[in-house]
């Protein structure tokens, strides 16, 4: 149990464009999930807190109008890059809380490598 | 602050045991976390350790005190397949997760 995935697990775009990552949990239903960014050879860096039915929480330094999060549903969060840019491209992962399991753990998507040219 | 320390690279032999110590201040404490990550790849779930002592789990085991803020992660009969970080983090109080930096660990032959 407590399987997330992320669609797509890679994508290359052009500077300017936008670009739509998914996260779903497959096997439960998660009222959080968070978005991370890492940059090679760097730590986790926490960008969001999406809770179902409301706006995220974005971490100080994000800008919410350029990288904005959707949970409709709870198996559902979405993360949209607008205007993506080179500095834009990196390591995005999902996660998301299992309330039915060990307290509150957070379980990590696949990730997506953004390439922006 | 809120902070986590943990070395950054450690290197140990396959076949042996290794120690990966990871020291925490934060406000209050709701349980500490253990992840793996292979390079290239998400983290995922090792353990989880909210009271004091120690969970056994396979080859990996986890260890906390909270009078000291300290946690450590103890791998035995390495395999070089357990070349990866080792990522330590905490929920305070409002159950924000802290994140450690993460220690690298390098297994030789």
């Known amino acids: 149990g407590a399987v997330v995935s992320q669609h797509p697990s890679w994508v290359i775009c052009k500077s300017g464009t936008s670009v739509k990552i998914e996260c779903r949990s497959l096997?439960?239903?998660?009222?959080?999930m968070f978005w991370y960014r890492q940059f090679p050879k760097q730590s986790l860096m926490l960008m969001a807190t999406s809770n179902e039915g409301s706006k995220a929480t974005y971490e100080q330094g994000v800008e919410k109008d350029k990288f904005l999060i959707n949970h409709a549903s709870l198996t559902l969060s979405t993360l949209t890059v607008t205007s993506a840019h080179p500095e834009d491209s990196s390591f995005y992962i999902c996660?998301?809380?299992?309330?039915?399991?060990?307290?509150?753990?957070?379980?990590f998507g696949p990730g997506t490598r953004l390439l922006v040219l | 602050g809120q902070n986590i320390d943990q070395p950054t690279e450690m290197t140990a032999t396959e076949g042996a045991i290794v120690q990966i110590n990871c020291t925490y201040q934060?406000?209050?404490?709701?349980?500490l976390f253990w992840y793996q990550q292979h390079a290239g790849e998400a983290p995922t779930f090792l353990s989880y350790?909210?009271l004091d002592g120690l969970e056994e789990k396979g080859r990996f085991s986890s260890f906390l005190s909270r009078s000291k803020g300290y946690s450590y992660l103890l791998l035995k009969e390495l395999q070089m397949k357990d070349s990866a970080s080792y990522l330590c983090a905490v929920y305070d109080s409002n159950y924000q997760l802290i994140w450690g930096a993460g220690t690298k660990l390098i297994i030789k032959p």
């Open positions: 996660s998301a809380s299992n309330p039915g399991g060990v307290q509150e753990t957070q379980y």
């Open positions: 934060t406000s209050g404490f709701n349980g």
């Open positions: 350790n909210v």
């Open positions: 096997d439960f239903q998660a009222t959080t």
